[in-house]
């Protein structure tokens, strides 16, 4: 057991002054009378997840576990950490001391929760198709009536682009697909592939809408399922179609757009060649490409770590490379780039709107998905968030055209206003 009160040797992990208390299971408290929030350990397991884990994993693993939990808005509850941590400045004497009055007991080894992920040799090589298809499947084969109350009609699962700033969460999703639309300037008629298409958001728009023939391909099955039924009764059968299977064995060529909204992160950076290439074979020439996703602020910045949070709990071996490190390799696959857009302040509102929309439907999530995965998903929509703002990650679209003898098809000056 702790050899003195646990909250104030907690109240040591950020600065003097912070608007964050502490209490403990042993009746312990610390930090200002009137806090922004207050950090409450109700487990002495917590203890253990953070000592062996000083990071965002012991905080998300006491968590998501319910051995510690937050009084007050979790995401101003982390902005509040991401500003006044000290974690980083202890010194290694000062994390010892801490440590020696906490007590030998938090560093034996406590089980993680049962929603972590650890990808095991059975997952075979990082991004085969076997194992991007169990990837895909932990995260997405969840509930789609999960999803449905997290994401709302649209069941769109990507940033939504706000045409103004009172615009509703359902307006922003729409905007963003019809603005991929037009970029990719799709007309009656043409053929449209839509690679990691989620439950369909953009090939029922593009179907409906543009008069396009499209192809959508998930490797979620409920997503397949939920998307084909969504096709069917809105009478677009003849003209759009969702695939269970891997964008890489789409075997027609020719098609006039391909758009990627949300994939490449799933990729791996020593696929994207491969990727950029394929993507490539499928266009006819003067075709366009659309690649909508997330990156880093540079292409220096580091890596996700791969056992952090989101990699264990989120996205199993998800990858966000910089901005020029994705338009480098559609250059050096063949691609000409023709325009690109930071949508960044847009994806801080769009997890800000689904975090909103999991609270309304708080009870009703954990009744479907249980109570661990559904804390799971509080912390990551406002981890997310909080990194869209305070620019830790970014949101990018390429528009890109395979040229034919140099020449790209396109206007003197790109327009993408509505028609």
Known sequence: MPTSPIAPILARSVRPGAAIAFTAYDGSRAGP???AATIHLRDPRALNYLAL?????????????GYLDVEGDVFETLRLLSRESAVGSLTWQERLDVLRRLGPSVLRPVAPPPEELRPGPWWGL?????????????????SNRFYEWILGPTMAYTCAVYPRPDATLEEAQEEKVDLVCRK???????????????????VLHAAQHYGVNVVGVTLSRQQAEWGQKRIADLGLTDRAEIRHGDYRNVAETGFDAVSSIGLTEHIGARNLPAYAAFLLSRLRPQGRLLNHCITRPTTTAPVRKPNGFLNRYVFPDGEVEGVGAI???????????RHEENFREHYARTCQAWSANLDAH???????VGIGRARVWRLYLAGSRLGFEERRVELHQVLAVRTEDGQAAMPLRLDFSRR
Do not use: K
Not at 54 to 65: D, K
Not at 184 to 202: E, I
């Open 362 to 368: 708080w009870d009703e999530a954990v009744a479907e």
């Open 327 to 337: 338009v480098s390799v559609l250059q050096d696959a063949g691609f000409e780039i």
């Open 126 to 142: 990082r991004h085969s198709l076997g194992r991007d298809h169990r990837a895909i499947s932990h995260h997405y084969d969840v």
């Open 33 to 35: 009378d009137a806090p």
């Open 53 to 65: 884990a000083p990071s965002e994993l012991g905080l998300g693993r006491g968590y998501v576990a």
């Open 184 to 202: 990719l300037d799709l007309r009656p008629g043409q053929r449209l592939l839509d690679v990691g298409c989620g439950w369909g958001t953009m």
